[in-house]
């Protein structure tokens, strides 16, 4: 099962996560950060969901925010889908039938999301083309590469101090190993051993192993808090007002 609240342009990183999964033969993908959405988001994500208004497309919610944003787009409850977050659902029959309770490990898992980092101007271009503010989509793409650049240098304290624990941090979706590699050889950093960097996998396994899941912004965050609060939300810069999330 694959459940996506809209659908994405061949541009869009999502088009590549989607054709990835498919090729894997994934059962499940969640997008559920489409349901709490910043402000900046939420205004180019409506944009998007407006054209769905005319058909017969009906759009799933696991959140009352996310359905008072469809309302203020113009869709009617019979359009609107209450659902649970089947994402969070999946994982607890998973550790009820795996283990009955989850056994975590001296493992700290950082699934990452600094994609805009990587963003290129045909990224930027596509988005303003699609709706998206052109000053804030310069902005966010400075705002983002100064977050990874910081959090890569904290990353190397952290684990030199937390030297008994596995690293593990997950990049995110449709961003390559290759481009990780060619950000990190500008910055002067040496990560120890005890970090290891995953990149498009399925990492689902170190979600429910590790003893605490800390993120800039990502589902993995959002699925562990509502299993057993065990997640944190990181930013080594005050995010602004156009993207934070409340």
């Known amino acids: 099962l694959i459940l996506i609240p809209f659908v994405p342009s061949s541009p869009s990183p999502f088009a590549t996560l989607i054709k990835e999964l498919l090729l894997a033969n994934k059962r499940v993908v969640s997008l559920n950060w ?23 497309l009906l759009m799933c919610s696991w959140s009352e925010k996310f359905s008072d944003f469809l309302l ?10 209450k659902v649970q977050n089947y994402n969070s659902m999946i994982l607890k029959l998973r550790i009820l039938l795996d283990r009955g309770s989850i056994k975590t490990e001296k493992i700290i898992f950082f ?88 990149y498009n996998v399925d990492a689902s396994d170190y979600l429910l192993r590790s003893c605490i899941v800390i993120s800039s912004w990502s589902t993995a965050a959002l699925d562990r808090f509502l299993i057993d609060g065990r997640s944190v939300l990181f930013t080594p810069l005050e995010r602004p007002e156009w993207l934070d999330v409340h």
């Open 34 to 56: 489409e349901q709490y959405l910043p402000p900046v988001s939420a205004s180019y994500r409506g944009n998007a969901f407006k054209k769905f208004n005319s058909t017969g």
């Open 111 to 198: 699934p990452m999301n600094y994609a805009w980092a990587f963003a290129d101007g045909r990224f930027i271009k596509y988005r303003v083309k699609t709706g998206y503010s052109e000053l804030l989509a310069n902005e966010y793409v400075e705002y983002s590469k100064k977050c990874l650049a910081s959090f890569v240098h904290n990353l190397e304290i952290f684990s030199r101090m937390n030297a008994d624990y596995k690293i593990v941090v997950k990049a995110y979706p449709g961003i390559s190993q290759k481009q990780c590699e060619k950000f990190l050889e500008l910055i002067e950093v040496d990560f120890p051993k005890n970090v290891k960097f995953l």
């Open 72 to 81: 203020e787009l113009g869709f009617c409850n019979e359009k609107i889908v």
